[in-house]
Nanobody, 126 residues
Framework: QVQLVESGGGLVQAGGSLRLSCAASGRTFSSCSMGWFRQAPGKEREFVAAINWSGGSTRYADSVKGRFAISRDNGKNTVYLQMNSLKPEDTALYYC???????????????????WGQGTQVTVSS
């Protein structure tokens, strides 16, 4: 069992930065791939970034490549999403998720994630 709590969201101007954190409880965190997803009002949840258990493999949505960076600290049971050069279209509720059966692969599919946080709101003003 893994419980996830996101933090770090807020209101920021376009071009600004935020760092999201996701604190995990449970002994299996270090064996899970972790992902960040987002959902804007009226839209489906979409993949943002993922990282495998060691941090040696990462994947990003095309829309955030070069602007966002995912990382993890297994000693602190925490995964991060550094978001730079934010745009108004990045406005969404951001979710952290854990894929307990995908240790080696930074998986992009929502169907492969079995634990989800409650989300943290990111709003980017123009």
């Amino acid at each position: 069992q893994v419980q996830l709590v996101e933090s770090g969201g807020g209101l920021v101007q376009a071009g600004g930065s935020l760092r999201l954190s996701c604190a995990a409880s449970g002994r299996t965190f270090s064996s899970c791939s972790m992902g960040w997803f987002r959902q804007a009002p009226g839209k489906e949840r979409e993949f943002v970034a993922a990282i495998n258990w060691s941090g040696g493999s990462t994947r990003y949505a095309d829309s955030v490549k070069g602007r966002f960076a995912i990382s993890r600290d297994n000693g602190k049971n925490t995964v991060y999403l550094q978001m730079n050069s934010l745009k108004p279209e990045d406005t969404a509720l951001y979710y952290c998720a854990a894929a307990s059966t995908y240790r080696l692969i930074a998986t992009m599919s929502t169907y492969n994630y079995d634990y989800w946080g409650q989300g943290t709101q990111v709003t980017v003003s123009s």
